[in-house]
């Protein structure tokens, strides 16, 4: 599967950003979708998933009530959009999906494709 994200881009402080993932499979079906991100000389981390059969969204906490995970206008798309967007936030965003849901969906490994990255820029 091959993702293909937009959206990223440079915002002040408290702004917002809408990300878009696209997956290029027409049905998603039993797959998850998630974000990662990562900063310079920062490990990747897990920011927030979307399992496509049940709709359930998970966030790590320091995203929890300022970004949303949700399905997109088309079939195969997942939006994360972010608001009260903090400095701490400025990371290279990249969209992950598997074809299987994982009890472990805040390791990178649980996902076996990767989009190319958008960078997200947040001044104070």
């Known amino acids: 599967v091959q993702l293909t994200e937009s959206g990223g881009g440079t915002v002040q402080a408290g702004g917002s950003l809408t990300l878009s993932c696209a997956a290029s499979?027409?049905?998603?079906?039993?797959?998850?979708m998630g974000w990662f991100r990562q900063a310079p000389g920062k490990e990747r981390e897990f920011v927030a998933v979307?399992?496509?059969?049940?709709?359930?969204?998970y966030y790590a906490d320091s995203v929890k009530g300022r970004f949303s995970i949700s399905r997109g206008n088309a079939e195969n798309t997942a939006i994360l959009q972010m608001s009260g967007l903090k400095p701490e936030d400025t990371a290279v965003y990249y969209c992950?999906?598997?074809?299987?849901?994982?009890?472990?969906?805040?390791?990178?490994?649980?996902?076996?494709?990767w989009g190319q990255g958008t960078q997200v820029t947040v001044s104070s």
């Open positions: 979307l399992r496509w059969s049940t709709d359930s969204t």
């Open positions: 499979v027409p049905r998603i079906g039993a797959y998850s």
């Open positions: 992950a999906a598997d074809r299987r849901w994982s009890g472990h969906y805040r390791l990178p490994n649980s996902y076996m494709s």
